[in-house]
């Protein structure tokens, strides 16, 4: 035995007798930057040719039933030397049938379609040589289903006709290099995990390559074979009904070429009722290896044994198709490794295995056009249904349902967010009623139901088919329910989010978000600002009032309200200025802050103003239109004075904060000012005189008092004129 290797990965091993029966020749191939040597050996009486790989392979055949194609061979040779042509006509040679005559179709935009197996293929490839793993990738990336074809379906567009150097190709394939070789998608299972097969059409053989090694690439579409399937007839025969041949289970022992062929063609097996029988060729031969049943200690035989238990791994097995460029050797097939076959001297004895049938196709397979997967249903199944199958006539299975992990889809309604309105504070809101479904095809795990604010949140389970709040399961199609009611303690805008964790994989945590405002209550903040100087106390109900002139009116009023104003703590409150028009600009922005921090409470605000203290409320307000008021009134201001000194001095201070003439702050909801005529300091304010400056379309017209000689001070003077002032400082 004598073994040749190379460095680019191909593996090749002579086996049989000795080196006297052998007549070899070789020539250099290269591959990878490496030269190797491809052997064909010749056989003058013992089994002893075979090119075999080293290495395990794996392919499979076709699920659906396909014609293999004609190899091609028209010629026929004797069997015994000089080997010369002759007449086909009974001889039995591959030449004499034409079973599957070769049928492709030009499409016209760069592929090819084999009729008799269905598959579509690359019309010609880029000239690129890859390795295994960017060949697989560039078929895929051609999208459409195209692929790396098997080492099966390969084969079938092998010329055998055509003899080396080739291309041995139909010419309709164009752009074949001579001296090359293609990459099959078939790798080796066990013991060589970087081998594939490869086809060289230089000389029709198969070569066991490292998946490393650059070979050349056409893409194929179509059904991919998988399985085979054999069918044992109980009748000695087994058919394949991926190709429709029926084979002669049992073996006749080892014949020379010649004895093989008259062998099959005068077989008659009674049970089955046939007569046909011919040897097969190297395709239809080559189609029942199965690699994948390959343990080279355990079951070192690449044909499965049930179908055909007296196969014989050792030896060798005739096809009827002669080499093409050597007549005198015919093509064989070794089952020990499978996938591999040469060409052995015809006057050697090999073993034998007749076939009859194959003819078709019947119809070509169809290529589907599905729509999307469907829902997973909670059986773990999923369905899809066919657009479209072509061509027209085809036949085959669609593949319309597959296995899914079944999720739940948790809703939520009503939708985030949600809103309960304004009520009062220590009521409850209406109830609502929050529902859960499992809209999906899995179960809903509900580990948790919560509201962020307890408080003013209040989380009841109820309704038709109560939640359990924690750790329960909805099924798919079911629901639950919640009930939550807004229950105001605190006043204000409140805010809180119910919670859902479960096991949906979209959504784990549902987050609704929940709002609710207090009602402001009915009394608010009676803010007091008073002019320079001697009004510069803090003031609140119970304040010192002796020299507050504002806070002692309010304690002197007679209006039964005012007792209630007392009773509500912290309602009437003052801004405490130290009465010096000179540091008007820091107590702006001290009053503002004051201000907005009454805001925040949401609570009324009324401010109540005299002398300049109304240019204080004035400036901040029109300065800052954050803050808002619901009433303002002005009691003596010189916002439009009638001495004219102290009317100039209040302009140049508006003129400071940039303002101009005096208009109702857009923030101010009521404005009412008070004057009298005889007071030089406050005045009639013009713009509250006009519609035309009312932001709100309210109109308070200026309040006179008829005394002409009240002055400054008057507003206080007059226990019954100061009631009125005080009716409307309390007035909603």
């Not at 309960?420 to 009521?427: A, V």
């Not at 925040?600 to 300065?623: C, E, F, M, Q």
């Amino acid at each position: 035995m004598e073994s040749v290797s190379s460095e680019s990965g191909l593996f090749i091993r002579l086996t049989g007798a000795t080196q006297k029966h052998i007549v070899s020749y070789s020539h250099d191939i290269f591959l990878g930057g490496m030269i190797m040597k491809k052997i064909a050996w010749f056989v003058r009486s013992i089994p002893v040719f075979i090119i075999s790989s080293l290495l395990m392979v794996c392919f499979s055949v076709s699920a659906y039933a396909f014609a293999l194609p004609d190899t091609g061979q028209t010629k026929c040779y004797q069997g015994v030397s000089p080997y010369a042509e002759i007449p086909c006509a009974g001889t039995g040679q591959d030449g004499a049938y034409n079973i599957n005559p070769v049928n492709y179709t030009d499409n016209g935009n760069g592929t090819v379609t084999d009729n008799n197996t269905g598959l579509m293929w690359q019309k010609q490839g880029d000239g690129t040589t890859r390795t295994w793993d960017a060949a697989v990738s560039y078929c895929v990336s051609l999208g459409t289903d195209w692929r790396l074809p098997t080492e099966k379906e390969l084969i079938t567009i092998v010329d055998y006709s055509i003899p080396y150097p080739g291309p041995m190709i139909n010419p309709v394939f164009t752009g074949t290099p001579q001296y090359s070789f293609y990459w099959s998608s078939s790798t080796f299972l066990s013991g060589y995990p970087y081998g594939a097969w490869a086809v060289g059409f230089d000389g029709g053989y198969v070569y066991g390559y490292f998946t490393g090694n650059d070979g050349y690439v056409r893409c194929v579409r179509g059904d991919q074979a998988l399985t085979q399937n054999f069918v044992d007839n109980g009748n000695g025969t087994v058919t394949d009904n991926n190709t429709g041949l029926m084979w002669q289970q049992g073996e006749p022992g080892a014949k020379t070429w010649d004895s093989a062929l008259s062998y099959c063609e005068n077989l008659i097996l009674p049970s089955s009722g046939y007569s046909d029988w011919r040897l097969p060729n190297i395709t239809e031969l080559e189609s029942i290896t199965d690699d994948t049943v390959f343990d080279p200690v355990n079951h070192p035989i690449a044909i499965d044994t049930n179908a055909f238990p007296n196969a014989n791994a050792s030896n060798y097995y005739w096809s009827s198709t002669t080499s093409a460029v050597y007549p005198s050797g015919a093509w064989l097939v070794y089952f020990h490794y499978g996938g591999n076959y040469g060409y052995g001297s015809k006057d050697s004895d090999m073993y034998v295995r007749c076939v009859r049938g194959g003819e078709g196709p019947p119809s070509q397979p169809c290529i589907y056009t599905y729509s999307d997967w469907g829902t997973c249903h909670a059986d773990g199944t999923q369905t899809r249904t066919v657009i479209s199958a072509t061509p027209d006539g085809c036949t085959g299975t669609p593949v319309l349902s597959q296995s899914c992990t079944p999720f739940g889809n948790l809703e939520v309604s009503p939708p985030s967010p949600y809103d309960f309105g304004t009520i009062k504070k220590d009521t409850q809101s209406a109830p609502q009623e929050v529902t859960l479904s499992n809209t999906g095809s899995g179960d809903i795990n509900v580990s948790n139901i919560s509201v962020s604010d307890t408080t003013n949140y209040l989380l009841l389970y109820g309704g038709s088919a109560p939640c359990l709040g924690t750790n329960f399961t909805l099924i798919p199609g079911n629901y639950c329910t919640v009930i939550i009611k807004f229950n105001p303690t605190t006043k204000g805008n409140l805010f809180a989010t119910l919670t859902v964790t479960s096991n949906d994989p979209d959504t784990p945590t549902f987050a609704v978000s929940l709002s609710g405002t207090t009602l402001k209550s009915e009394w608010g903040w009676i803010v007091t600002i008073d002019g320079m100087n001697m009004w510069s106390t803090f003031l609140s109900p119970w304040a010192d009032s002796s020299t507050n002139y504002l806070n002692k009116a309010i304690d002197q009023t007679t209006d039964p309200k005012r007792t209630q104003i007392e009773q509500d703590k912290g309602k009437i409150v003052g801004f405490t200025w130290n009465g010096d028009i000179l540091y008007t600009d820091f107590y702006v922005e001290k009053l503002y802050e004051y201000l907005k921090k009454l805001n925040d409470t949401n609570r009324p605000v009324v401010i109540l103003s005299h002398s300049w203290g109304t240019v204080l409320s004035y400036i901040a307000l029109t300065k800052h239109s954050d803050i808002h008021v619901d009433k303002l009134i002005t009691l003596g201001s010189p916002l439009n004075a009638d001495d004219p000194l102290i009317f100039m001095f209040t302009v140049e201070q508006l003129l400071t904060f940039g303002l101009g003439p005096v208009y109702k702050p857009t923030n101010v909801k009521e404005w009412n000012n008070y004057y009298t005529e005889c007071d030089n300091i406050g005045g009639d304010i013009l713009a509250l005189s006009s519609r035309d400056n009312y932001v709100n379309k309210t109109y308070y017209p200026n309040r006179r008092f008829p005394n002409p000689f009240d002055c400054h001070s008057s507003y206080f003077d007059d226990r019954n004129k100061w009631d009125k002032i005080l009716k409307d400082v309390i007035k909603k």
